[in-house]
């Protein structure tokens, strides 16, 4: 297997180097820019498997170089940021990032979830080239298209964001069992994480309120308290389209 080529965009040049020199040591290819002019130039004459993205940046902001990243390409893409606010991380994953680290950090937690996200990525393509006679699955007035990453109600198109549609795959894949925060957390990001971080319980909000759900023991996706979540299955003749891919 190839050496993953990591793109470093940081303004600072301290952060930089250390970054890349480490990366190398540990046999990946890395190299760096300053920011999304140099990023840019960089990106038309190379191949980048994961880029480790800077928040604040002089000229076009990390944001916005995430989501036009992701228009693009399915490029991996690692946030950096020294502001450690919940709602900064939630934004982030939000416009197309996979993963994201506060400074200060550890270089091997960096290494590591750099290396997660690398298997997300490589489960992801093995899915798109294994053959799949059925591709959707329905619940209720619901219906999840895997090939089209869509869901609908009744014929109506709910959209959803790549996270909040990777967890609530996640939820499906295990009908009627209870899921806790970590479980659902390292399945969806191949970490553990803080006991303070409430991004799942965000991301779960935002898909039961775009489902027309709520929070109660009859919600399609049930809050188990103190513990986590769990998908309620319907009984229903429409799970006969379910996906053998789930």
């Given at each position: 297997m190839s050496p993953l080529k990591?793109?470093?965009?940081?303004?600072?040049?301290?952060i930089r180097?250390?970054?890349q020199l480490y990366l190398q040591e540990q046999g990946l290819i890395a190299d760096s820019v300053e920011d999304a002019v140099t990023m840019d130039i960089w990106l038309s004459?190379?191949?980048?498997?994961?880029?480790?993205?800077?928040?604040?940046?002089?000229?076009?902001?990390?944001?916005?170089i995430a989501?036009?990243?992701?228009?693009?390409?399915?490029?991996g893409i690692l946030m950096l940021s020294a502001?450690?606010?919940d709602i900064d991380r939630i934004v982030g994953l939000e416009v197309g990032a996979d993963d994201y680290l506060s400074k200060p950090f550890n270089p091997r937690e960096l290494l590591a979830r750099i290396r997660a996200l690398s298997r997300r990525q490589s489960q992801v393509q093995m899915n798109k080239i294994e053959p799949q006679v059925k591709n959707a699955y329905c619940f209720g007035p619901f219906c999840i298209d895997f090939t089209a990453h869509t869901l609908t109600k009744n014929d109506r198109t709910i959209p959803l964001t790549h996270s909040e549609y990777e967890l609530l795959?996640?939820?499906?894949?295990?009908?009627?069992?209870?899921?806790?925060r970590d479980t659902l957390m390292i399945e969806l990001q191949g970490y553990e994480h803080s006991p303070y971080d409430r991004s799942i319980d965000v991301c779960i909000s935002r898909i039961r309120r775009k489902m027309g759900e709520n929070s109660s023991s009859q919600s399609l996706i049930e809050t188990i308290?103190?513990?986590?979540?769990?998908?309620?299955?319907?009984?229903?003749k429409q799970n006969?389209?379910?996906s053998t891919s789930l």
């Open positions: 990591i793109l470093i965009v940081d303004d600072d040049p301290g180097e250390l970054i004459q190379n191949h980048a498997d994961i880029i480790i993205l800077d928040l604040m940046l002089p000229g076009e902001d990390g944001l916005s989501r036009r990243l992701r228009a693009q390409s399915s490029v502001r450690s606010e795959k996640i939820l499906l894949k295990h009908p009627n069992q209870v899921l806790s308290r103190s513990v986590g979540y769990r998908f309620n299955a319907p009984d229903s006969a389209r379910e």
